[in-house]
């Protein structure tokens, strides 16, 4: 019985039983003992003889992880890094080369082809980086191939290799709440080349692998150090090529009509795009066709099956003498199912584990103030409902630019109010989408002139302007002590033609040096313990929070409208990111419009949209932007909003952990979620809705796979106990909950 994947063995167990038992005592004990894994089953008496078929399935990780842990191993020439979940194998022979990429999970091999580790364009010409050539049949590879092939004649040559613990990308700092404070852990393998040629000499490429504790991923990334005495123009770095198996047979058509592989979800840390989802910000990700596979079964070898990762517009650089380059790093998932849910679960544990700092989650208001009263009262509202963070709303009296001595005490003065108070203040700064001069803003390749950035005009990081912003955020922070930076507009991967911004040299590396000011700039914020909320995707370099995806003039729609849809971006924002990483938001005071059906102030009389918006928003785990000049009117509008957050607090943790949507809000019936733990005594919490208005029944599956629950479980409706009922799971791994629900209300329910 193999421990890592489904299996069937035929098993002959040898029972001897006592005289006096029963065939059906005998029937009880089988079970048990084949749950204890036993080999054979001793007992005194007769012989009884049984064949049976036996079926395991592997401990799924995303249940319990704890099993599998990370390995790096050498026998001879052979490298294998496993942590029970993925394997991937190397041989070193003619060069170092990947000959086996393995999904432990489901046995699915990736690989069909030995291509290179890496590929450089240096000085204009192109180089691959370990691999192999004189592979014939690129459509699978046989045991021994290695061995019968060569190491191209003007390729990086392996050098050495090293085997350690696996380090943390940033040395992150926590200061507020979070679901999760674990630091990754795992293994790393380095390899080291160098090229023959002395026109290259002084060149060393690294290739890094970093293999993860728990989860199915490796962390692939390049570093070049030019230890030499001459500059190297480094146009291209291709960190990661593999010659996949293809998804689908398809005998016509074009690589955008064709399936990806789905086996493998990449993403690294070099996206933008404002689009608040990965897929579409990415910059890296490249599917290409291969020529050399003549036996794909497309007639014009037009398979998308070959992957590489690498920035089109990056890094263009001059690698200058004593420089270390390192590349984007590329986080390589390997998938088990299609289901968009399991997959969405396996990314978001990616998440949790290779940037933890996204697990933080402070509950905050959105305040606009005009004075420093108004931030006082606003602490202080902050102390009387259970809030613990104040941001400064666009609009508001804050101004991070100003560096006079007495901008920096007024803040410093609030900043250390806000502390005594138990009270994290921060605030909003504006970065890309405004223009700041001729000589400062992105200059358009097309036109030599301001323009043609990702706004219109912004101006360009590496300007004088933009390096001076740059040093202003920091000083803000280092003097007042300031607690979450709100950076709207970050960089958005605009390319400047500017020739005298001192940040850059000219178009080609525009993005790449502006992109390592901005990630210099967030990696100094995030080991402080500031929380970061930017709306692009910067999570893996050190940003926390992000938009949860919402057209903002529908926050200025009337209130009830507005409860549906935030429901529907609650559903379909957290498939892919966890609720902690998302923002939503709550116009307490008017927004974009002046239809006083869509905001809530007066509060006081606007209590049951108000404690529904917060329910929502809480009941998903999901912070909102509460933004207004406070958060109660009245003391029955304190009492509401301290018992809603109290409620939070109370189930904080299961309302953190991982979300199953149930329905999405339509408006026609009811719509819910469930957040779920196995490692919790709490197993899961959910939450219905019914938007219409009329009191529905209605008999709802809920499904447990994910709670660790296999037989039985107790459910209560909001963890009253005289409600707590005992329910048989189907085999589904669902139990089926009749339950009533009030108009234009909602109801939760408790799973132990």
């Not at 001595?405 to 009270?423: C, E, P, S, V």
């Not at 819910?672 to 709802?700: C, F, W």
């Not at 107790?714 to 409600?723: E, P, R, W």
């Amino acid at each position: 019985i193999k421990p890592y994947h489904w299996t069937t063995d035929t098993c002959r167990w040898w029972i001897y039983a006592f005289r006096q038992s029963t065939f059906i005592d005998i029937l009880f004990w089988i079970p048990k003992f084949l749950r204890m894994n036993f080999k054979k089953i001793v007992f005194v008496g007769c012989l009884v003889t049984l064949q049976l078929t036996v079926v395991v399935r592997a401990q799924d990780w995303l249940i319990d992880a704890s099993p599998y842990k990370a390995t790096i191993t050498q026998k001879g020439t052979a490298i294998e890094l496993n942590n029970g979940l993925v394997r991937r194998k190397f041989t070193i022979g003619a060069n170092f080369a990947c000959t086996d990429y393995t999904n432990l999970t489901n046995q699915q091999q990736l690989l069909r082809a030995i291509k290179p580790e890496a590929r450089v364009v240096l000085d204009g010409v192109l180089y691959n980086v370990g691999g192999l050539v004189g592979q014939k049949e690129n459509g699978y590879i046989l045991p021994g191939l290695a061995d019968t092939l060569k190491a191209g004649a003007n390729d990086f040559k392996y050098v050495t290799h090293k085997i350690g613990s696996l380090q943390p990308f940033l040395k992150w700092k926590n200061k507020s709440w979070a679901h999760h404070t674990a630091a990754p852990t795992g293994q790393e393998l380095i390899v080291t080349y160098a090229h023959p040629s002395q026109k290259l000499n002084g060149i060393t490429v690294e290739v890094h692998y970093e293999l993860y504790d728990h989860l199915p991923l490796i962390v692939k990334w390049v570093s070049i150090l030019n230890s030499s005495n001459t500059p190297h123009a480094l146009d291209r770095v291709v960190n990661e090529v593999l010659g996949l198996v293809e998804e689908e047979s398809a005998v016509v058509g074009s690589p955008e009509e064709m399936k990806k592989q789905h086996g493998i979800y990449v993403e690294t840390n070099y996206a933008f795009n404002n689009a608040m989802r990965y897929d579409i910000s990415d910059q890296t990700t490249h599917w290409k066709t291969d020529s050399v596979y003549t036996s794909q079964v497309n007639y014009n070898y037009q398979t998308p099956c070959l992957l590489e990762i690498y920035p089109e517009k990056a890094p263009g650089i001059d690698l200058q003498p004593n420089e270390l380059f390192k590349s984007v790093r590329t986080h390589e998932l390997l998938m088990d199912s299609y289901d968009r849910q399991r997959r969405g679960l396996m990314i978001r544990k990616m998440y949790t584990a290779v940037a933890p700092w996204t697990a933080q989650n402070p509950i905050f208001m959105h305040l606009v103030s005009k004075n420093d009263e108004e931030v006082k009262t606003a602490i202080d509202q902050c102390v009387a409902t259970g809030y613990e963070a104040v941001i400064l709303s666009f609009g508001s009296h804050l101004n991070m630019e100003d560096t006079t001595q007495k901008n920096i005490a007024r803040w410093k003065g609030l900043t250390d109010y806000a502390h005594t108070r138990g009270i994290l203040l921060g605030g909003y700064s504006l970065f890309s989408s405004r223009r700041i001069s001729d000589e400062d803003d992105v200059v358009d390749i097309k036109t030599g002139k301001p323009g043609g950035a990702f706004f219109g005009n912004a101006p360009c990081f590496g300007s004088k302007w933009g390096l001076a912003y740059r040093e202003k955020i920091k000083n803000f922070f280092t003097k007042t002590g300031f607690d979450i930076w709100e950076n709207d507009g970050p960089y958005p991967g605009d390319v400047c033609a500017s020739t005298t911004h001192p940040g850059h040299k000219g178009y080609n590396d525009s993005q790449w040096r502006q992109m390592e000011i901005q990630k210099e700039l967030y990696h100094w914020l995030n080991e402080r313990g500031v929380y970061i909320n930017a709306p692009d995707w910067y999570f893996l370099d050190g940003t926390h929070k992000i938009a949860i995806g919402y057209r903002e003039v529908n926050f200025s729609l009337p209130r009830e409208q507005q409860r549906i849809l935030n429901r529907q971006n609650i559903h379909d924002g957290t498939i892919e990111k966890t609720a902690s990483m998302s923002w939503g938001f709550v116009p307490l005071t008017n927004y974009q419009g002046t239809d006083p059906r869509a905001v809530l102030e007066p509060l006081s009389e606007h209590l049951t949209d108000y404690e529904q918006l917060m329910i929502q928003y809480y009941g998903a785990g999901v912070q909102a932007c509460y933004r207004g000049p406070r958060l109660y009117d009245t003391e029955t509008t304190r009492q509401m909003v301290a018992r809603t957050i109290n409620w939070y607090k109370k189930y904080r943790s299961i309302l953190n952990a991982d979300m199953i949507q149930l329905r999405r809000a339509d408006g026609r019936d009811w719509d819910g979620l469930i957040h779920v733990d196995p490692s919790s005594k709490q197993k899961a919490l959910g939450m219905l809705y019914n938007p219409t208005k009329e009191k529905i029944t209605r008999t709802i599956p809920v499904p447990l796979y994910y709670t660790g629950l296999t037989t039985t479980a107790t459910l209560a409706l909001k963890d009253d106990k005289s409600t707590a009922k005992k329910y048989t799971l189907n085999r589904n791994h669902e139990l089926l909950l009749t339950v009533t629900i009030e108009p234009e209300s909602y109801t939760w329910f408790t799973v132990e």
